[in-house]
């Protein structure tokens, strides 16, 4: 007769954390990062081809434009202009060390959690196609602009609009009121 195996509470997992026998376990992690991923370089691969830098294609008037920039610094262009050299690496570093937060925040959450599970697999796949551009290019490409009259939201991208939709993914869960039981 096999042995039973203990219950997750009793093998160290938090009550309701994804189990580590579960073989799908990582399915709203991995899914939503690659697609995010993928899409997001496709489309910075286009802007880089199509778009020379520092041009702008206007496509609604008054609100939106694609452009061609690159961020050398963090979120919202933080940075942008300090001109160190040591920044790209330590923003590779702090991108890489998210990542490994993202997959350990991850494990924490519960298997039926599956707003904040799909949020992180968004974040994931945001950080890290931001973070090949930091290795490929030295900067992130942002292409993205939305404004009304002359205010303009920084530019934008993919993996950026993925990072914010995991994060409202992860809010809406939070404000979830907890399952009656």
């Keep these: 007769m096999a042995p039973k195996s203990l219950p997750a509470s009793n093998r160290g997992i938090p009550a309701g954390a994804v189990a580590a026998s579960d073989p799908h376990r990582f399915r709203l992690l991995w899914v939503p990062a690659l697609l995010a991923t993928m899409v997001d370089q496709a489309v910075k691969a286009w802007v880089v081809h ?3 830098l520092f041009s702008v294609q206007m496509v609604v008037p008054g609100f939106f434009n694609l452009v061609h920039v690159r961020n050398t610094g963090g979120a919202f262009s933080l940075f942008a202009h300090a001109g160190l050299a040591w920044q790209r690496w330590l923003f590779v570093a702090i ?3 998210a990542l490994l ?8 959450a519960a298997a039926a ?3 904040s599970r799909l949020g992180f697999g968004l974040i994931f796949g945001g ?3 931001n973070l090949i551009d930091r290795v490929r290019y030295g ?3 942002d292409f993205l602009d939305v404004y009304l009259g002359a205010h303009h939201w920084p530019a934008f991208n993919v993996a950026d609009a993925a990072i914010s939709i995991g994060a409202g993914a992860i809010i809406l869960a939070l404000l979830k009121p907890p399952a009656a039981g």
Excluded: K
């Excluded at 937060?101 to 924490?108: A, D, P, S």
């Design 50 to 52: 199509a778009l020379p």
């Design 127 to 129: 950080a890290l196609g």
């Design 101 to 108: 937060v993202i997959v350990y925040l991850y494990r924490q």
């Design 113 to 115: 959690d599956v707003w």
């Design 139 to 141: 900067n992130v490409v």
């Design 95 to 97: 991108g890489a060390a």
